[in-house]
């Protein structure tokens, strides 16, 4: 638990710093990967509470 919730804050970090680095310098590619890390954050992150829901459920 305490290594997702650290991956998790990493990777959110990394998209701030992505998208800080777009504000800062306008080029779209910081843009692009900022998007594409946050995406990907929250689809693991929707499939690690269902997972957990699940098991409470069952």
Not at 16 to 45: E, M, N, P, Q, S
Request: with cysteine; hydrophobic share 65%.
């Amino acid at each position: 638990m305490f290594l997702f919730r650290f991956l998790m804050f990493f990777l959110l970090g990394g998209a701030a710093i992505c998208f800080g680095f777009y504000i800062a310098t306008g080029k779209d590619h910081f843009r692009r990967w900022g998007i594409v890390i946050l995406k990907w954050t929250l689809i693991a992150a929707f499939f690690f509470f269902g997972v957990l829901i699940l098991s409470r459920i069952a």
